[in-house]
């Protein structure tokens, strides 16, 4: 099983093949609307219009199984995202990415590239404590953590990163510029 084998729904239930993607640098993210990351869609954004005609697609993944953060429906989200935010990548239907009901897609993503930590900083002091709380076995299974989780996927198929919430967006930005 590989990334280009697998697939998502769209918000109206329509099946959005990963093989699409063949030759693209591709971002997956799990989003949320009412988070303290949710201002992560800014950069997004702005990677999508700078990057998109070299080669980049961002699969924005609206999931609310952290803090309850993204309640509304699929079109009340996209309402939200394109109202704030102006985004234009696709965004598919809100899902879980943890757990019985989690994507394929996420299962595979977390076998290719497990949780390394938060690093350094308040928000990852402050995200350690919190999961701690949750989860005390956190540190060592792939599960993810929280909303705004990005997985760097290269023109071949291959996960190359995965980056936390925590992470730095410009750190994000360079290594999909490198990859393009």
């Known amino acids: 099983m590989g990334f280009y084998n697998l697939s998502v729904l769209d918000p ?9 993607f063949k030759g693209k640098v591709v971002i997956v993210v799990n989003t949320a609307t009412g988070c303290g990351f949710t201002p ?18 961002i699969l924005d993944i609206p999931c609310n199984q952290f803090g309850g953060q993204t309640p509304g429906s699929d079109d009340e989200i996209h309402e939200l995202c394109t109202l704030h935010y102006n985004t234009q990548f696709p965004q598919m239907k809100k899902s879980d990415v943890n757990g019985e009901n989690e994507l394929a897609l996420y299962t595979w993503l977390k076998s290719q590239k497990g949780f390394e930590g938060f690093g350094e900083g308040k928000q990852a002091e402050f995200m350690n404590a919190h999961l701690a709380k949750i989860d005390p076995d956190f540190e060592n ?35 999909v510029e490198g990859l393009l």
């Open 141 to 175: 299974n792939a599960n993810i953590k929280w909303n705004f989780t990005k997985f760097v996927i290269d023109r071949e198929g291959n996960v190359v990163a995965r980056f936390e919430p925590t992470a730095s967006m410009d750190d994000l930005r360079a290594c």
């Open 40 to 57: 992560h869609y800014e950069p997004l954004e702005k990677m999508h219009e700078d990057l998109h005609d070299k080669g980049l697609e």
């Open 12 to 20: 109206a239930g329509n099946e959005v093949k990963m093989s699409d």
